[in-house]
C-alpha cells in the first residue's frame, strides 16, 4: 500500500485538518487507493478502513461526521456524531464541539474548510458550482457565525477540485451566472467556456466577509495518480469514479 498524503493548509495551522486524495489506501479497481465514497460501488469494508486511515493521521479515535450529500446550498450543525443511515441531506457542516471529525468527500466539486481558532468553531463545505451558486458557502460562514465565530477571524482553505483549465462549460452553463461573474469564465472552443471554480469559490468568501483564504490550486482532473475525478472518469467512460474526503475537528 502506498503511503498516504496528507494535504495540510498553512492558514489552518494548529487545526487539526487535512485533504485527502487517492494516494495509499486499500481500495481496489476502477478506484484503487483512499477512496472515502459509499457510492462508488467500492467494498463497504475497504471504505470503511480508508475513512479509519483518514482518521488516524488527523484526530485518532476521533468520531467522523459526514453528512448525505446533494449540491444544496445548506448546513447542518453537528452536536454529537449521527448514525450513518441517519445523516441529514446537506452539503456542510459546522460545530463548536471539540472531539468530532467533520468530514465532505469530493470527486472535482471544491472542498472548503474553515476554523475560527479563537471562538473554537470548524466548518466543512463540499462547494460544486451548483451549491457555490445557491450559498452553500455563505451559509456555511453564516452557521459558524450562530456558534461564536467572528467572519473577520474565519479561515479558509480551498482544496482540490477541477481548475479552469480542466473545467469546459457550454453556453447554457455559462448564462446561469451574473454578468459580474463573468471573470470566472475564459473563452474556449465555439459556444464554450472554461470555468474558474475555485475562483468562483474564492469569491463567495470573500463576499462572506472571509479575508484569509487559501486556494491550493490542485487539479483533480490533471492528476489521475493523485486525486479522483468525475469528469475524467467520464471521459474516459470508466464505469465508476472514486472519492476523495477533506476533515477538520477540534482537538479534545
Given at each position: 500500500m502506498a503511503e498516504i498524503e496528507v494535504i495540510r493548509s498553512s492558514l489552518l495551522e494548529g487545526v487539526q485538518h487535512g485533504f485527502f486524495g487517492r494516494r495509499g489506501g486499500v481500495s481496489t479497481g476502477d478506484v484503487a487507493g483512499l477512496n472515502a465514497g459509499l457510492g462508488a460501488g467500492d467494498d463497504p469494508a475497504a471504505v470503511l478502513s480508508n475513512r479509519d486511515l483518514v482518521i488516524s493521521n488527523v484526530m485518532p479515535g476521533a468520531p467522523l461526521v459526514t453528512p448525505y450529500q446533494v449540491h444544496s446550498p445548506d448546513v447542518a450543525v453537528v452536536t454529537e456524531p449521527w448514525a450513518f443511515d441517519e445523516r441529514p441531506q446537506v452539503d456542510a457542516a459546522v460545530t463548536d464541539q471539540p472531539g468530532l471529525l467533520l468530514g465532505i468527500v469530493t470527486a472535482d466539486c471544491a472542498p472548503v474548510l474553515l476554523a475560527d481558532r479563537e471562538a473554537g468553531v470548524v466548518g466543512a463545505a463540499h462547494a460544486g458550482w451548483k451549491g457555490a451558486h445557491g450559498g452553500v458557502v455563505e451559509n456555511t460562514v453564516a452557521a459558524m457565525e450562530v456558534l461564536g465565530a467572528g467572519r473577520g477571524r474565519i479561515t479558509a482553505?480551498?482544496?482540490?477540485?477541477?481548475?479552469?483549465?480542466?473545467?469546459?462549460?457550454?453556453?447554457?452553463?455559462?448564462?446561469?451566472?451574473?454578468?459580474?461573474?463573468?471573470?470566472?469564465?475564459?473563452?474556449?472552443?465555439?459556444?464554450?467556456?472554461?470555468?474558474?471554480?475555485?475562483?468562483?469559490?474564492?469569491?463567495?468568501?470573500?463576499?462572506?466577509?472571509?479575508?484569509?483564504?487559501?486556494p491550493l490550486g490542485l487539479d483533480t482532473y490533471a492528476d489521475p495518480t493523485r486525486f479522483y475525478s468525475y469528469r475524467r472518469a467520464t471521459h474516459r467512460a470508466e464505469p465508476t469514479y472514486g472519492r476523495q474526503i477533506a476533515v477538520i475537528g477540534l482537538g479534545a
Open positions: 482553505a480551498i482544496g482540490p477540485c477541477i481548475a479552469q483549465d480542466s473545467y469546459e462549460v457550454d453556453d447554457g452553463f455559462r448564462t446561469r451566472f451574473a454578468s459580474e461573474d463573468g471573470r470566472f469564465f475564459r473563452k474556449g472552443q465555439p459556444g464554450h467556456w472554461q470555468f474558474d471554480l475555485e475562483g468562483y469559490v474564492t469569491s463567495r468568501l470573500i463576499a462572506a466577509g472571509v479575508a484569509r483564504i487559501d
